[in-house]
């Protein structure tokens, strides 16, 4: 699987490369240990060494890899890395979802909408949707958190949810129907959660939710 070149409308080229790696990173196609030349990646990419500096220098600054000189040493993702992700994943949208519960009625029909559109893609197979989809349903949450230091707080981590999404999604949509139905309805439990304005309702849910995804990622993950 490529890294949907549709995510990264307006992103630079440096973006891009860091986007295809990070990927290949996080899937195990480039493993731990393994070292990345930038004259080979250049290479690959038909480009300059300049961009590719850059996508070093990105995935560097998250911890998947150590710069070395003229290339790097990717360090991977391990399941303790994932988990991690998702211990800041459910600060920030257990903090946004209780934040909502008062005043939710704008955001109601988005989020359905999302949900809905998952469960097509989920019909269809279609892993970028579903991914896209998915991501687009929380941050939905997030943003509409109005919230700034929170909004940055995602953004730092942002590149590589999509990407285990992305992973964790292939792996769910190569199973059976009722997997898929079964993610489809946790989103969909959360809406409800937020429609009851309750907000030790709304806190429950998201507490079950992350904890039940974190299972279904650590099933998803490649392992060494």
Known sequence: MQYPSTWLT???????????????????????????????????????RS???????????????????MGAVVNGLSLNDVKELYDVRYLIESFAWKHLAAHPEELIAPLAQSIDKMELAGKHLDVVEFAYQDICFHEIIINGAKHTRILHLWTSIRQIVMTVMLVTTQNILSQNEDKISYVVDKHRKLLQGLESRDSEVIQRNVEEYFSDSFETLHSSMPHE
């Open 10 to 48: 307006g992103s630079s080229l440096g973006e891009s490369i860091a986007a295809e790696l990070r990927l290949r990173i996080i899937n195990g196609t480039l493993k731990p240990g393994e070292v990345l030349s930038e004259n080979r990646i250049a290479g690959d990419f038909g480009t300059s």
């Open 51 to 69: 961009p590719v500096r850059e996508a070093l220098k990105t995935l560097s600054g998250e911890g998947l890899i150590t710069l070395q000189r």
